[in-house]
DNA sequence: GAAGGCTATTGATAAAAATCAAAAAATCAG
DNA sequence: CTGATTTTTTGATTTTTATCAATAGCCTTC
């Protein structure tokens, strides 16, 4: 439970009280490696906090899977788009190592940001971390080349090619596993 | 005014004394088209609702630039990156059509936030929902063909192609304007 | 209405990356 | 440990798209 506590006062000094009824509502999860957390067309309705872990968020284009995101300890994770809108999720987040989670439901959520308002102001500056984090994603894959996004990759997030696949880190920097086998040939 | 109050009922059921709030930091702003309303390098400390006009936010690569966005009347609009962090941009906005907009300092909207949290629940909402079509817009641009991605922009968003130009929409959906250009002339 | 400056189209070529195919290496199960 | 399966690498070819270059269209503005 240490681990989130830490997260959390790193965004905003919040009081006490109001850390604890988020503590309160939260559930403790472990996802087996290779399971998933959410599928593709199921809603999803927890926002999971990895205390330790490390997961693949993807979807479907024709029988491949296309990966959207890698979440590691330390991180939120959940199917956003369906977790705010309560609508079938079109991503699926699998476990790539064993998951210790600590999960709130959407509805004790939203319960609770109606009776504290500290804890709503919490969430919102979780959620512009995350909106700003994702235009940066956005503009870095718009005007980089293949070698250039993995480079990057190497420099700020190292532990994404240990644990991943080829195919995974491929699909993710938007090339064929072929043409980033060839990249990390060349360096 | 009217039309940023609509869009503000529409997000959530918001009491008339926290609206009035809102709307007394509110100020009005022309910007004629061509101009900028926030240049790279600047902190951008407004976040501003178009009530009619069309923006483009841009950056620089080499000497060209790249679409990053275009903005259209109703929708809210700033360097989002900078304004949640109020560090500098690396993105500018142009007004491509004279633009009349409604402008808030983050000073100001923080300072609502502390005193009124039916404000900041409204925010948040708002911010979902940039998210999730940051998120959408990240997945579209990532599986599609480029032919794909102007059809289905010509189905979404045909406005954008009618206000501008080939050379600007092309960056946007990742491609050279002359391979625009082609598409355009083979549909 | 002609000159100049943008914007868009078209053509030829080059570069980047995808695809198809096979071999090599690593991982896993019994 | 060994055979089987999966993952990764390597090679040959094709496709896609970018780049370079020239032409055509179209607004301005004098």
Redesign the pocket.
């Known amino acids: 439970m240490e681990a989130i506590l830490n997260i959390l006062q790193k965004f905003s000094n919040i009081p006490q009280e109001s850390v604890e009824r988020f503590v309160g509502k939260l559930q403790e999860t472990n996802i087996p490696k290779g399971e998933t957390l959410i599928r593709e067309r199921e809603v999803c309705n927890q926002l999971s906090f990895i205390n330790k872990g490390f997961v693949r968020s993807f979807y479907f284009k024709d029988k491949k899977d296309i990966t959207i995101s890698f979440s590691m300890t330390g991180e939120f994770i959940a199917s956003m788009a369906s977790f705010i809108s309560q609508k079938p999720s079109y991503e699926t987040i699998e476990a790539l190592e064993h998951c210790h989670l600590y999960q709130i439901s959407h509805q004790d959520l939203m319960d609770l940001f109606g009776k504290d308002s500290h804890l709503e102001h919490l969430y919102r500056l979780i959620l512009e971390q995350y909106y700003v984090s994702l235009e940066e994603h956005l503009i870095f894959s718009k005007f980089k080349?293949?070698?250039e996004r993995y480079l990057e990759l190497i420099e700020t997030k190292p532990y994404i090619i240990q644990k991943a696949?080829?195919?995974?880190v491929a699909s993710y920097l938007?090339?064929?596993?072929?043409?980033?086998?060839?990249i990390?040939?060349s360096i």
């Not at 696949?165 to 995974?168: D, E, I, L, P, Y």
């Not at 938007?174 to 060839?182: A, G, I, Q, V, W």
């Open positions: 080349t293949a070698k696949s080829v195919g995974q938007d090339m064929s596993l072929e043409t980033l086998s060839r990390r040939a």
